[in-house]
């Protein structure tokens, strides 16, 4: 078990700039989850899918963010334009059903738009 | 909406301690969940309890759902350094009309930041 795969890492960027994160869930789980972590707001609940559909988009922050999920095995955030305020870590999360067991997240991007 | 309040928000104790820590909602939940965050990694599942009066221990930690299901505490005795990390309450959002319980948008409390000096 791989555990929930993110990419990249830490991100830097200019305020303007597109920024994708990536992530790949574990094998098998059929939800996944985007969340931002701040300082000042602590963990929030960006976006989640079941089965690649998009199922609550209540928590994206504004029309520059969006969320994709092509296939199981893979979902892409993205914000377009960035701005210094998106600076955050964002993690990914998947679990196998929404009535199973709580959520496997992944290590994070670190992003920071300057 | 369902807000989780965490206390203490911060702890430095020395190795060997016992630490306490709790949260508590206005809300009712049906599960409460108790995460542990590593420096630079995504939080881990530590706890999950699911029955009001629930007692549930894992290794040195120990877990209470409290009795009004309002409240949950996190005890972790004779700490250690790799204790240190940042420790997260959470409950999911409760669907009325579902006949059950819904993980997927979990509340998270502001967590609790542990040091542990050797």
């Known amino acids: 078990d791989a555990g929930v795969i993110q990419s990249p890492r830490h991100e830097v960027t200019e305020m303007g700039q597109e920024v994708t994160l990536r992530c790949k869930p574990i094998?098998?789980?059929?939800?996944l989850f985007w969340y931002r972590q701040t300082m000042m707001r602590g963990l929030e609940l960006l976006i989640y899918?079941?089965?690649?559909?998009?199922?609550?988009d209540s928590g994206m922050p504004e029309d520059r963010f969006s969320a994709k999920m092509p296939n199981a095995s893979f979902s892409t955030l993205k914000i377009q334009p960035s701005e210094p305020r998106d600076s955050a870590v964002y993690f990914c999360?998947?679990?196998?059903?929404?009535?199973?067991?709580?959520?496997?997240f992944g290590n994070g991007t670190r992003l920071t738009v300057t | 909406g369902q807000q989780l309040n965490q206390s203490p928000q911060s702890m430095f104790i020395q190795e060997g301690e016992d630490v306490s820590m709790n949260c508590t909602s206005s809300?009712?939940?049906?599960?409460w969940l108790w995460y542990k965050q590593d420096p630079g990694e995504g939080p881990v599942l530590l706890i999950a309890?699911?029955?009001?009066?629930e007692l549930t221990s894992n290794g040195r930690l120990t877990a209470q759902f409290g009795i009004t299901r309002k409240d949950s505490f996190l005890n972790i005795s004779a700490s250690i350094p790799s204790d240190v990390g940042i420790y997260f309450c959470?409950?999911?959002?409760?669907?009325?009309?579902?006949?059950?319980?819904?993980?997927?948008?979990?509340?998270f409390g502001q967590g609790t930041i542990l040091t542990v000096h050797p």
């Open positions: 809300s009712i939940f049906n599960t």
């Open positions: 309890l699911y029955k009001a009066g």
């Open positions: 899918f079941n089965n690649n559909v998009p199922i609550d």
């Open positions: 959470a409950g999911p959002l409760i669907l009325p009309n579902a006949g059950g319980t819904s993980y997927g948008k979990l509340t």
């Open positions: 094998s098998g789980h059929d939800y």
């Open positions: 999360a998947s679990s196998p059903g929404l009535w199973s067991s709580p959520l496997h």
